[in-house]
């Protein structure tokens, strides 16, 4: 790992330690929330895949899928957003022969 990364690395670590170190009651209400479609939570759950032997040089390509729910409370009703953010990354271009 870079030794300009390892300070950031580190920080992340302890952000998300200290991010799920909480009560077991609060642990028990986060679970009961996150099970309810309806429920009030924002969440980012992503999807990360890798793509082998493309085109003719066999090039290599990784997509990751971004898929965030912000959920908006409009008095009576719920309003439940959610977008896809697909990201892809291929390495290996054909060249023109």
């Known amino acids: 790992m870079n030794i300009l990364y ?8 302890i952000l998300l330690a ?5 009560s ?7 679970a009961k929330q996150s099970q309810n479609p309806m429920g009030t939570i924002i ?7 890798s793509y082998f032997g493309i085109g003719h ?14 959920p908006v409370d409009l008095g009576n ?9 697909p990201t892809i990354y ?4 054909d060249e023109d022969v």
């Open 6 to 13: 390892r300070p950031l690395f580190s920080l992340a670590v």
């Open 18 to 22: 200290l991010f799920f170190a909480g």
């Open 24 to 30: 077991e009651q609060n642990q028990e209400d986060m």
């Open 43 to 49: 969440s980012m759950p992503f999807e990360f895949n």
């Open 57 to 70: 040089s066999d090039a290599t390509a990784y997509g990751l899928t971004l898929k965030p729910v912000y």
């Open 77 to 85: 009703w719920n309003l439940l957003n959610r977008f896809i953010v």
């Open 90 to 93: 291929s390495e290996g271009q």
